[in-house]
């Protein structure tokens, strides 16, 4: 069961190990999860968070590494592959891949509008221009001018994006990767170190690790810390799938994905071991989330603590390559698929994604945050669901088990089948469906 097209592939485990992290490690970990850590009690998140993300890293992230590796295609071809081997047809199976494709492409167009925001704040924090505003009046007019008109910086983003893409997975996305994931961190913890330092900041920390029992009892604690983890790790039946389909027979994957939602997580913490500081440094609380903390009260109250100017220049350098990882991460599931069929070449396949991302990004900008949330209310977790009953009810448990036990000395225990197939499926579900009652919880 093989998708025979000669592919590329990854350099070493440790480039498609910081791939992954990369496009992990995205706004949710940075505008989401600080703002939820303050507003549910900071351990009191955690414990559930950390739960969601075990149950979520050693089964659905190790079953779409593998379905991609099995069948050395994305999606269409994939979930094609599946639905041939239990019903001897691909049809109904391509079909269906095409949703994950089209929701990878969804979500990076949206994507790509937010990364122009970042673009611009970086140079903002360059020139100096964002730490000479004063007051919250002052950059939410900022952030109206760049949300209302940044056609120049959204055209830069995809641009860079495009060009990290065209030159394949090895030599572009993942040498991107092995640049950008550990700048990253580098920097956060660099912001981290230098927080610890100014006055006021202990109380933050303090903060985040404090432990408020009774806080557990309350179900949106639970059904956040869900959201949180299942959207941080990437799972929607596209571009963890593309990623793995460029493994080679020797990766040992549940290794691999362990790494993945190790460093996820720790990008996550390092996150709110800036922000919620930060904030106690400015004797402020946490309340806001989402693209106004970070582009409206945040770069406020960073500019008026000790060394402010530097601190919104390597915050957003930072944010930077973690928008990047992720979009090239996001375009990646569909110029793969016009690869596959059309049979396109590479710089071609790049091209078209890159212009329909360009044309339809400028157009959905005014809309974006509306359109995201379709993405992540419904395309997303649907994608990842259907990855998920593909690959672990329709193939078959000793196909399943085959595969991801490749290249490992130990094969995984007895848990592991049902768990993937029956809770994490579950979690799957409930997770589409809480987002549709409830709003997006990711």
Not at 185 to 190: C, K, R, S, T, Y
């Amino acid at each position: 069961m093989k998708h025979e097209k000669k592919r590329d592939s990854w350099g070493s485990k440790w480039g498609f190990i910081l791939a992954c992290i990369g496009s992990a490690v995205g706004m949710g970990n940075i505008w989401l999860f600080p703002a939820r850590v303050s507003k549910y009690g900071g351990a009191t998140f955690l414990i559930p968070y950390l739960i969601f993300v075990v149950i979520i890293g050693s089964t659905g992230v190790i079953g779409e590494m593998a379905f991609g590796r099995a069948t050395r295609s994305g999606p269409v071809h994939a979930f094609g592959e599946a639905t041939k081997l239990r019903f001897g047809t691909d049809k109904p199976g391509k079909l269906l891949g095409l949703i994950p494709v089209l929701g990878s492409l969804a979500l990076a167009i949206g994507y790509s509008v937010v990364t122009g925001w970042i673009f611009k704040y970086t140079a903002q924090s360059i020139t100096g221009a964002l730490s000479a505003l004063d007051g919250v009046d002052a950059f939410s007019a900022n952030f109206g001018a760049t949300a209302s008109g940044n056609l120049g910086w959204q055209i830069a983003g995809m641009a860079v994006t495009i060009a990290i893409m065209a030159f394949g997975v090895g030599r572009g996305i993942e040498k991107a990767n092995k640049v950008m994931t550990p700048l990253f961190f580098l920097l956060f913890i660099g912001l981290a170190v230098y927080l610890v330092t100014l006055p006021g900041s202990s109380a933050g920390y303090q903060y985040i690790f404090v432990l408020r029992p009774e806080g557990l009892l309350d179900p949106w604690v639970w059904v956040y810390a869900l959201g949180q983890a299942f959207f941080s790790l990437s799972i929607a039946g596209n571009g963890t799938l593309i990623y793995g389909s460029y493994l080679s027979p020797d990766s040992d994957i549940p290794s691999d994905a362990k790494m993945v939602a190790l460093f996820d997580t720790c990008a996550a913490l390092l996150a709110a071991l800036v922000i919620i500081p930060a904030m106690a440094v400015a004797g402020q609380q946490l309340n806001e989330s989402g693209p106004g903390l970070m582009f409206i009260y945040l770069p406020n109250v960073i500019r008026g603590i000790p060394g402010g100017p530097v601190i919104l220049v390597v915050f957003f350098v930072a944010v930077v390559f973690a928008a990047l990882t992720s979009l090239v991460n996001l375009f990646e599931a569909p110029t793969a698929t016009l690869q596959e069929l059309f049979h396109l070449p590479r710089p071609a396949a790049v091209g078209i994604i890159g212009a329909i991302g360009i044309g339809v990004g400028l157009l959905i900008a005014p809309i974006v945050s509306h359109w995201m949330d379709v993405c992540s209310i419904y395309i997303c977790p649907i994608g990842a669901l259907l990855a998920a009953v593909m690959f672990f009810w329709i193939c078959g448990k000793d196909y399943v088990l085959k595969q991801v036990n490749l290249a490992r000395h130990k094969p995984l225990g007895s848990w592991f089948y049902p768990m993937a197939k029956y809770l994490f499926c579950g979690v799957t579900l409930l997770v589409l469906v809480l987002g549709a009652v409830f709003g997006s919880i990711g």
